[in-house]
């Protein structure tokens, strides 16, 4: 596809945005060129498009400026390309609550429009990540074994979230581009060693595995070559070492890159984040969320065997 082509899809197929809808454009200094074509193809389409532009975050799932939260809330439409991620923030929460459908996209480059993993068969994705995501509600218990590791802990009650990059219905949002189901662990229940060899938001690729080892919902140990970095990018908040996530990735598109709105969402791959989890179930706000990728884990869901080798087992 060329960026344009791109671009179009994301507003005509994914959002499904229509004419007279007010569409928002919410962007940073540092991925204004993209926001920029963004906002030039939704024009092309004829919408009623808005282009606002912040200062970066500085951090992923730190909250926009009040006057950006404020526009999103009265949007219907919500495209995000930004350095941060404003996916787990409670402006993007607030603003679905009113109504709004928002594709946040972290990170995002040019390439992922041309060659990568927005030019994926988003119905194939819905479907895939519709049948993760029930699964992963319908479990109590997940143990996940990789590289001589163990972490296991509880997500019962818990709700799946597929990630389906369709945000066709009033307060649906997701990444973009996307393909992952994902949910809250239930805080406090994760024990056990966790090894990441992919990469990592605001790190990019790993240049050799990361351990960390848990106790009680928290990570209290990292060791590895980008360990100072992931411990930088957490902060001093103790909240932000709550285990947050769990997530698989379920578009057969996406390649890893290095930035993680793409390899997150690489098929078969699996991955957690450490911080905020309020906005998709968990109860834990620390100001942010950073993902991790793990290449080929073994996920195990109330004994079933669900991910393994890099193939998706359900």
Request: net charge negative; with cysteine; charged share 20%.
């Amino acid at each position: 596809m060329t960026f344009t082509q791109g671009a179009e899809k994301v507003f005509a197929v994914c959002m499904q945005a229509a004419g007279t809808e007010h569409v928002l454009i919410v962007t940073d200094t540092e991925k204004l060129a993209i926001g920029r074509q963004l906002f030039e193809a939704a024009c092309g389409l004829g919408l009623n498009a808005v282009m606002q532009v912040m200062k970066p975050t500085g951090r992923h799932g730190s909250e926009p400026p009040q006057i950006v939260a404020d526009c999103m809330r009265a949007a219907d439409v919500v495209v995000c390309p930004t350095a941060y991620s404003l996916t787990h923030t409670q402006a993007r929460r607030i603003a679905c609550e009113h109504g709004a459908r928002i594709a946040t996209m972290p990170g995002v480059t040019e390439e992922m429009f041309v060659e990568g993993a927005i030019g994926a068969d988003y119905v194939e994705i819905a479907r895939l990540s519709d049948k993760m995501a029930d699964r992963l509600t319908n479990a109590d218990d997940v143990t996940i074994r990789y590289r001589d590791s163990e972490l296991r802990f509880s997500i019962s009650g818990r709700t799946g979230v597929s990630s389906r990059g369709l945000y066709h219905e009033p307060g649906t949002s997701g990444n973009l581009p996307t393909g992952e189901a994902y949910i809250a662990p239930l805080e406090g229940t994760a024990n056990g060693v966790v090894v990441f060899d992919g990469s990592a938001a605001g790190i990019g690729r790993l240049t050799g595995p990361l351990r960390v080892e848990v106790q009680d919902g928290r990570a209290v140990d990292f060791q590895g070559p980008d360990a100072p970095a992931l411990l930088e990018a957490l902060g001093d908040n103790p909240e932000a070492y709550n285990i947050a996530e769990l997530g698989i990735g379920t578009n057969p598109q996406a390649r890893l890159s290095g930035s993680l709105l793409e390899d997150e969402k690489v098929f078969g791959t699996g991955h957690m984040a450490f911080g905020s989890n309020k906005t998709f179930g968990g109860s834990v706000d620390a100001g942010v969320h950073i993902d991790c990728v793990m290449l080929e884990p073994e996920i195990v869901l109330d004994g079933e065997v669900v991910l393994s080798g890099g193939k998706l087992l359900v």
